[in-house]
């Protein structure tokens, strides 16, 4: 059973993240003790948008093309509206998101990142959540759609926005403790 100390987790993100989706994560999963990477598309530093301005930069540690799926336990993807609507329109990224569902690996996704979901077509038969104004779009690919702080179906954790973080940071470090799922039947 990996612990948060042993723990890889990638967050993939890009331009116009929601600051606090990317920044909370990252340093709460780093404060359990995981050793957290961040993937951009070129490997540079990324800008954030706060609420409604540009934000703060931060580090990126690798390209997303470079990113070995086989090296994480899991992947967090967050939201803001710019990041995902990039990200979903590059298929490098969104076969990573793909890798990461078939090899049973945590995938954890807020606000508007179950955008990234729907493109890679892993959100069919699972209770998801998000923010309210993709909740259609969820529907429209399958998912069950429900409106509470956290979903989790199957290792795919998803959350509606920046109030829900403490929920959503909990539950990564929940299934990280408990390792990896296989996700042979959608829950």
Same mark, same amino acid.
């Given at each position: 059973?990996?612990?948060?100390? $042993?723990?890889?987790?990638?967050?993939?993100?890009?331009?116009?993240?929601?600051?606090?989706?990317?920044?909370?994560? &990252?340093?709460? &999963?780093?404060?359990?003790?995981?050793?957290?990477?961040?993937?951009?598309?070129?490997?540079?530093?990324?800008?954030?948008?706060?609420?409604?301005?540009?934000?703060?930069?931060?580090?990126?540690?690798?390209?997303?093309?470079?990113?070995?799926?086989?090296?994480?336990?899991?992947?967090? &993807?967050?939201?803001?509206?710019?990041?995902?609507?990039?990200?979903?329109?590059?298929?490098?990224?969104?076969?990573?998101?793909?890798?990461?569902?078939?090899?049973?690996?945590?995938?954890?996704?807020?606000?508007?990142?179950?955008?990234?979901?729907?493109?890679?077509?892993?959100?069919?038969?699972?209770?998801?959540?998000?923010?309210?104004?993709?909740?259609?779009?969820?529907?429209?690919?399958?998912?069950?759609?429900?409106?509470?702080?956290?979903?989790?179906? $199957?290792?795919?954790?998803?959350?509606?926005?920046?109030?829900?973080?403490?929920?959503?940071?909990?539950?990564?470090?929940?299934?990280?403790?408990?390792?990896?799922?296989?996700?042979?039947?959608?829950?």
């Amino acid at each position: 059973m990996p612990k948060m100390k $042993n723990a890889k987790i990638l967050i993939m993100a890009t331009n116009g993240f929601e600051q606090s989706e990317l920044q909370v994560p &990252l340093k709460e &999963l780093r404060d359990a003790g995981a050793t957290v990477h961040v993937a951009t598309l070129d490997g540079k530093a990324i800008k954030g948008w706060d609420q409604s301005d540009w934000g703060e930069s931060v580090d990126g540690d690798l390209k997303i093309s470079d990113v070995n799926v086989d090296d994480y336990i899991a992947l967090v &993807l967050p939201g803001g509206q710019i990041n995902p609507d990039i990200l979903r329109a590059d298929e490098t990224a969104v076969q990573k998101v793909r890798d990461f569902v078939a090899g049973d690996k945590i995938v954890a996704a807020i606000c508007h990142a179950p955008w990234l979901l729907i493109e890679a077509g892993v959100v069919k038969g699972r209770e998801m959540t998000s923010y309210h104004s993709i909740r259609t779009d969820l529907k429209n690919a399958g998912a069950n759609v429900v409106d509470k702080d956290v979903a989790i179906s $199957n290792g795919i954790i998803t959350s509606r926005s920046p109030d829900d973080l403490p929920a959503f940071v909990a539950k990564i470090i929940e299934e990280v403790n408990e390792g990896e799922h296989s996700r042979d039947v959608a829950a």
